[in-house]
């Protein structure tokens, strides 16, 4: 039982403790969240004054809770004659069931409270505590409790309905019960958010998905989600579990879009409930094989809001795709830049990497012609605005210094690129993986511009360009002294020399020269950087290496299924089979989900992963590590109209099966089998 429980649907979630109580926080976002806004922030349940204590939790389910509760100290829960049930989904709405037992031959009276607060605060505001600078207010009706906030014309609303009658006041709803011998009580507390839009009505009113839905809607929609992706059979069942729990999380974690009213995917609970470029291109390349239909919503929107303008605000440049998407006030009124936020050096290449990805898998040109003018802008930004110093690479250095990001690549956080010594280097920056993503744009670019977009010399152009940065990236990044690449250059065009996993990355991109592919793979999986559960973002004899450091340290396991995936390109299938068996050995202490990250400890020295303290869970990309380990052992890989199917299962998993595998050949099947040793010995 964790200290903290969440129920989502979409970007509606709710965080409280293992009693089901929220209580007002300024370092985690406790509380009801719907589009970045806090719609409770204090939900107590009082019995007859007293907080109740947690029996048990069953949050086996994403979208509903169940807590057993009692009240007094353990040493009496013996003797206890009267205990709580609160059974709670949400759906739209959020909705709570409390029933009050009496165990007892007698009949008995209780006071049953619930407090309520709801401080309407914006996500960023939890990060960075401030007053707000609207009107707080509350009204009472006869069974309703209605919260307000408003400043200008940002408008927020919480109403608390009771089914029971209750003394309602503005900080909660008191009921007066009695309880006959071995009966029970019951009321149904119903909390609607309410986004108001120019009209006065709720923005999402008019979206296709608007409205609270019934557990069983949800259930039947889930459901059909997981009813779609291929059938897994196997001897494994840490990676039958993490598999089905990947499934459920990637269904909870989709959101309707305010603005085209799409079906998109959240990138992780609770800081990223939002659209993220990157996370969300990586997570649909991490699921194309096995949900296709995610697809296209995702690039769609990303199209659509991809930069047409020079703002330094929101670090926008003609063709960059956005970083991030946020609905908060802060955004709002723009206190912060995220409406939306163009802070990312890589979304832009991915971007057009997973357009072609998509068509290999699926085959759908209309999509890509669609698109072409996106991708083509995308293709430009490379070569134009990506190109800081004209130098022929990828850099990144903020027009925003107050409220942008200083670092742009995957690795986001303020000290995640320094040189090995622990030094941080100067801006602009240029990290490895920024040129590995272009290369790999250049040449997806080529394909589509040559088989789709009817301009051949187009085509000899990106491929030219290409052949260019691959030569000059294997000149410049290369240290001959350490035998890898260097983590980025400086603004002086010298090595960051730090080794860290982003070279893991390089292998997948396909721009490592293939002789020199064997020594990324020795330091990808040698004691400095792989801790036995998975390949550290930073070497452990490095300046700022922190096993428990954000990006200097931890093991995140998409940045591993990106590295198995690199891996398996180049031919290192018992390496990416390595990463397989660490990723799902691990998934196994988190209940099948792998979280955002977890600690870089050695596996030697802890029989389990250390949790990472303030991790995202469920996430996007992390859910979607699984489904891409899965592509990995069974070697799935579109090659025209047919799936090619060469499968290497790691020693120990036995049978691994893939059944009705969608794509543009229809439906097949995949399956493998574990490695014997004399596979092994004559590989």
């Not at 008191?174 to 006065?200: C, D, K, M, N, S």
């Not at 605005?385 to 022929?392: A, K, P, S």
């Amino acid at each position: 039982m964790t200290d903290l429980v969440s129920i989502l649907d979409g970007n509606t979630f709710l965080v409280s403790d293992h009693r089901g109580d929220i209580e007002p926080s300024l370092d985690f976002p406790t509380g009801l969240f719907a589009f970045d806004t806090r719609f409770l922030s204090t939900w107590l349940l009082l019995l007859d004054g007293e907080r109740l204590q947690a029996l048990s939790v069953d949050d086996a389910e994403s979208y509903r809770t169940r807590y057993f509760l009692v009240p007094g100290e353990p040493s009496h829960f013996l003797d206890t004659k009267v205990s709580v049930i609160r059974s709670r989904a949400i759906g739209g709405s959020f909705d709570e069931e409390l029933t009050v037992l009496n165990h007892s031959g007698q009949e008995m009276t209780f006071t049953v409270r619930v407090e309520m607060a709801a401080d309407f605060a914006d996500l960023f505001e939890i990060k960075n505590t401030r007053g707000k600078r609207g009107h707080l207010t509350a009204k009472v009706a006869e069974d309703t409790l209605r919260l307000t906030y408003r400043r200008d014309a940002f408008h927020r609303e919480t109403v608390v309905n009771t089914s029971a009658p209750a003394e309602i006041d503005k900080t909660g709803m008191t009921f007066r019960i009695q309880i006959e011998p071995h009966g029970e009580w019951t009321t149904r507390l119903t909390v609607t958010t309410v986004i108001y839009g120019a009209r006065g009505e709720d923005v999402r009113t008019r979206l296709p998905l608007s409205g609270s839905r019934t557990t069983a809607d949800i259930q039947a929609e889930h459901a059909d989600f997981v009813a779609k992706a291929p059938k897994l059979g196997c001897d494994c069942e840490p990676l039958a579990g993490a598999y089905r729990r990947s499934l459920n999380d990637l269904g909870a974690l989709r959101y309707e879009s305010i603005a085209l009213g799409v079906r998109l995917m959240a990138a992780g609970l609770p800081w990223f409930m939002t659209l993220f470029g990157r996370d969300s291109i990586i997570t649909s390349l991490q699921v194309l094989p096995f949900l296709p239909e995610l697809i296209p919503p995702t690039l769609t929107m990303l199209a659509g809001l991809q930069g047409h303008r020079l703002d330094d605000f929101r670090d926008e440049e003609p063709g960059k795709i956005l970083h991030e998407l946020r609905y908060g006030e802060t955004a709002g009124f723009e206190e912060q830049p995220h409406s939306p936020y163009y802070g990312s050096a890589d979304s832009t290449a991915l971007f057009v990497i997973l357009l072609d990805e998509y068509e290999r898998w699926t085959g759908d040109v209309e999509l890509v012609k669609r698109l072409e003018f996106s991708a083509r802008a995308a293709l430009t930004w490379i070569d134009t605005y990506g190109d800081l110093l004209g130098t022929g690479y990828v850099w990144y250095q903020t027009r925003n210094p107050q409220t942008g990001l200083e670092n742009q690549c995957w690795k986001d956080s303020w000290d995640a690129i320094s040189y090995s010594d622990g030094r941080l280097p100067s801006f602009p920056r240029a990290t490895c993986e920024l040129q590995g993503y272009a290369y790999d744009a250049k040449l997806r670019g080529a394909r589509m511009a040559r088989l789709f977009w009817n301009d051949p010399q187009y085509a000899d152009q990106l491929e030219r360009e290409a052949a260019e940065l691959k030569e000059r990236f294997n000149r410049d990044f290369w240290l001959p002294g350490k035998g890898y690449y260097a983590l980025a250059l400086d603004a002086d065009g010298s090595p960051v020399d730090a080794l860290s996993s982003n070279i893991g990355h390089l292998l997948w991109s396909g721009i490592v020269e293939e002789s020199r592919a064997a020594r990324i793979a020795e330091h990808l999986l040698s004691p400095r950087l792989f801790s036995g559960w998975g390949i550290r973002t930073l070497a452990d004899d490095q300046g700022r290496y922190n096993p428990i450091g954000y990006h200097v340290g931890t093991v995140w396991p998409f940045d591993n299924s990106i590295i198995a995936w690199g891996l398996w390109k180049y031919g290192f299938r018992a390496e990416a089979g390595q990463i397989c068996e660490s990723m799902l050995a691990a998934s196994r202490y988190f209940a099948g989900r792998l979280p955002e990250a977890f600690a870089g400890y050695e596996r030697e020295l802890t029989e389990y992963p250390v949790q990472y303290p303030t991790a995202c869970s469920p996430q996007a990309w992390s859910a979607g590590t699984p489904l891409l380990l899965l592509r990995v052992m069974l070697g799935l890989e579109p090659e025209g109209e047919h799936l090619i199917i060469d499968p290497y299962v790691p020693s120990g998993m036995g049978r691994v099966e893939l059944l009705d595998i969608p794509g543009r050949w229809g439906r097949v099947d995949a399956l493998g089998r574990s490695r014997t040793r004399d596979d092994e010995s004559n590989r």
